[in-house]
């Protein structure tokens, strides 16, 4: 990560806060004033939280939000690393995209609870998460174009890959305001549930994914992901090789162990 000095996001002023309960880290962007948009603290805070949860074998399962009305508005345009004629390109390299490997190659799952507009890379943020619950008054807007830029935070990997290349074409160009609920039905993200139900449905999903076998849900990602480059003997070839490993594993012979004795498993593998 960069070479500057931002606040620890254990410090009391950290532009981000971290809550436990149980197995699940929930880490909130917590800039309210400016939509919890980015600044090289807050990208790096969120980077050095993502790599200690990753570090921390009791996580079993991180939530993403944001305080306020907001989830995040994207990069902060008022930050002095992209005023005008400053290198955009460094600020990728150097926080996004360090950030951004981090967040997708978790080896727990990471459910994003966009709580309110999620703007230019605030939209990618959440939808490089595993799964995205919206609440119905929140929406996703490719920003990128309205200040001549292209989508970025994996906009490009992202958004083709979920949604074909017309929706997602038409989202990036046009940069238009999709709502909560339409982002559900296209199949960009998995739910849109009312605002108030929000909290009690990702604090239910994130616990019922703490409890199941993390290492299969992690790999099933990383399969999913490789499969984009592949074709079908490929993908055969990787599930084969993740069945044998997993077959192997501790998390397996108690799924069959539990089953066969009609009781709850305890999965304990990372
Ligand atoms: O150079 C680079 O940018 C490289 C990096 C690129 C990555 C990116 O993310 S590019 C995209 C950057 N984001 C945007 O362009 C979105 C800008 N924000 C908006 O379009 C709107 O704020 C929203 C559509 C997200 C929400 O609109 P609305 O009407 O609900 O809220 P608002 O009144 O516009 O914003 C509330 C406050 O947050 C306001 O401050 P104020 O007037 O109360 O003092 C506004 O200036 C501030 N704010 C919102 N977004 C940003 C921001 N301040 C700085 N940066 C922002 N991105």
Redesign the pocket.
């Known amino acids: 990560m960069p070479d500057v000095t931002p606040e620890h996001p254990g410090h009391p002023e950290s532009p981000l806060r971290q809550e436990r309960a149980g197995a699940v880290l929930t880490l909130t962007l917590d800039r309210p ?3 919890n ?2 600044t090289t603290d807050l990208l790096r805070a969120l980077f050095l939280a993502l790599d200690a949860a990753a570090e921390d074998a009791s996580v079993r399962c991180v939530v993403l939000t944001g305080a306020g009305r ?1 989830f995040c ?6 930050d002095p690393a ?1 005023a005008p004629q400053s290198d ?1 390109g460094h ?2 390299a150097h926080f996004y995209r360090p950030m951004l490997l981090r967040l997708r190659s978790m080896p727990v799952p990471v459910i994003a609870a966009v709580n309110g ?1 999620a ?4 939209a990618n943020l959440a939808l490089a998460c595993d799964l995205v619950v919206a609440a119905r008054s929140a929406s996703f ?1 490719q ?2 174009s ?2 001549g ?1 292209v989508p ?2 994996g906009g490009t990997w992202l958004l083709p890959r979920a949604v074909g290349r017309a929706k997602a074409l038409g989202l990036a160009m046009l940069g238009d305001r999709l709502p909560a609920q339409e982002a559900e039905r296209i199949g960009l993200i998995w739910r849109c549930v009312d605002d108030a139900e929000l909290a009690g449905e990702v604090g239910a999903l994130a616990a019922r994914l703490a409890a199941m076998p993390t290492r299969a849900l992690v790999e099933t990602r990383r399969a999913f992901d490789a499969a984009q480059q592949t074709d079908l003997a490929g993908a055969l070839d990787h599930e084969q090789a993740l069945q044998r490993e997993l077959g192997f594993a501790h998390d397996y012979q108690e799924g069959v162990a539990a089953f066969m004795a009609r009781r709850a498993p305890s999965f304990s593998d990372r």
């Open positions: 004033a400016v939509l948009s980015f907001a508005a994207g990069q902060d345009l008022a992209v955009i600020l990728l507009v703007a230019g890379a605030g807007i920003a990128f309205k200040i830029l970025d935070c």
